[in-house]
């Protein structure tokens, strides 16, 4: 038989158990302020939706901020994990976000965003930062240290400065930062196994372009519209190499060697001052576009691999030659038909000095040989 004393024991623990399980979790105040921040700096009152963060004029008691729209937290509810507002019509400016230890998401892409970005050091969970298509100005922060970021776009907005140094983000896959007014020289990429997509086009960027030496992963690469000089980077060893566009520069040198990128598809170099041969497109199968017109390139077009198309293969004004001096014969050497007109130069090594034909010559020479007709005559008129 049970005794009382039994029963007493279950309920005491069944009691204290009760008492330890959260009833209504709370996150630390110190991101429950960050989140109240957020709030009143982004103009919350007017965002489109805000369903939860205030009743009555009043944010809401603590314990309910992981039901805010937009705020995730972990499973006990206790750190802030993610904050998503995407075109939610946030405007002004971001406020720190140093507070938001267990951040792993961030974003608030198009919306009216003014200010710089904040400070992320200390941020060691945040996978993404994501806060394109805003009126953001100042400098990128700093991103070492930020072991777990995967994900970081911030293009389409104002910012200057440089770009920051990415080494040791070995878990980085996507770095965007577009269409910004960015300058100076771009850092190294070596180490950034995980790196797929790659953009810093259209910008104010300087000096040489990064080696890609190691980037196996590397599927997409943009750096058009810059100021970059010197050389392209050797492009061996990236069998995932899709696209890449680096027009509107100031190159200078040959063209890498293609051969192995069998997944290329679009291959932009074009306003360079690329010089040398064109390289073999053997193998390229996938070559759906590829431009190299306005440089200084020469000799032969190579053979065009089966999926190119016509419309989007640019090869001039070069200094290209094929086996003569005629549109039609120079298409028929890359495998593209007589409509494509654009002209190259008929010379190997520069642009030819036109050879007059003998009509030319009979033309010239009956034109002297009138002159001097006419010159005769005006000398035997009577003065």
Same mark, same amino acid.
């Given at each position: ?28 105040? @110190? ?10 700096? !982004? ?11 205030? @009743? ?22 206790? *750190?802030?994990? &993610? ?19 267990? &951040? ?23 996978? $993404? ?24 776009? $911030? ?14 983000? !070995? ?6 930062? @577009? ?31 990064? +080696?890609?030496?190691?980037? +196996? ?9 810059? /100021?970059?000089? %010197?050389? #392209? ?44 041969? #064109? ?5 390229? =199968?996938?070559?759906?576009?590829? *431009?190299?017109?306005?440089? /200084? ?5 190579? +053979? ?16 290209? *030659?094929?086996?003569?001096? =005629? ?13 494509? !007109? ?24 009956? %034109?002297?040989?009138?002159? %001097? ?11």
């Amino acid at each position: 038989m049970l005794r009382w004393t039994h029963f007493r024991f279950v309920f005491v623990t069944l009691a204290l158990t009760a008492c330890a399980l959260p009833v209504d979790a709370v996150i630390p105040a @110190s991101e429950r302020q960050v989140l109240i921040d957020l709030y009143n700096n !982004t103009n919350g009152d007017g965002w489109t939706a805000n369903a939860n963060w205030k @009743s009555g004029g009043v944010f809401g008691a603590s314990g309910t901020e992981c039901t805010w729209l937009g705020v995730d937290c972990d499973a006990g509810n206790t *750190h802030v994990t &993610l904050i998503s507002l995407d075109g939610n019509n946030l405007s002004g400016p971001l406020p720190a976000l140093a507070g938001l230890t267990a &951040l792993r998401f961030f974003r608030a892409t198009d919306n009216q965003l003014t200010g710089s970005i904040p400070v992320l050091a200390g941020l060691t969970a945040l996978q $993404v930062f994501n806060v394109y298509n805003n009126q953001l100005t100042g400098s990128i922060p700093a991103l070492s240290g930020l072991a777990a970021l995967q994900v970081f776009l $911030v293009k389409g907005n104002q910012l200057t400065g440089s770009v920051p140094a990415l080494a040791g983000l !070995t878990a980085l896959y996507i770095f965007d930062v @577009s269409h910004n007014q960015l300058s100076g020289p771009m850092p190294a990429l070596a180490g950034l196994t995980a790196l797929s997509i790659f953009d810093v086009s259209h910008n104010q960027l300087s000096g040489p372009m990064p +080696a890609l030496a190691g980037l +196996a992963g590397l599927g997409y690469f943009y750096a058009s519209d810059n /100021q970059f000089s %010197g050389p #392209l980077p050797a492009l061996a060893g990236l069998s995932a190499l899709q696209d890449f566009y680096a027009d509107a520069n100031q190159l200078t040198g040959p063209i890498p060697p293609l051969a192995g990128l069998a997944a290329l598809q679009n291959f932009l170099v074009h306003h360079n001052q690329l010089s040398g041969s #064109l390289p073999s497109l053997a193998g390229l =199968t996938a070559l759906e576009s590829f *431009h190299v017109h306005e440089n /200084q390139l020469i000799g032969i077009p190579p +053979a065009a691999p089966p999926g190119l198309r016509p419309a989007d293969s640019r090869l001039c004004p070069n200094f290209l *030659h094929g086996p003569s001096p =005629t549109d039609a014969e120079w298409n028929a050497a890359i495998g593209i038909s007589p409509w494509w !007109t654009e002209c190259n130069a008929p010379a190997a090594l520069g642009p030819a000095t036109p050879v007059p034909t003998m009509r030319a010559w009979a033309l010239l020479l009956l %034109g002297l040989l009138l002159a %001097g007709m006419g010159a005769r005559r005006l000398g035997a008129r009577p003065h």
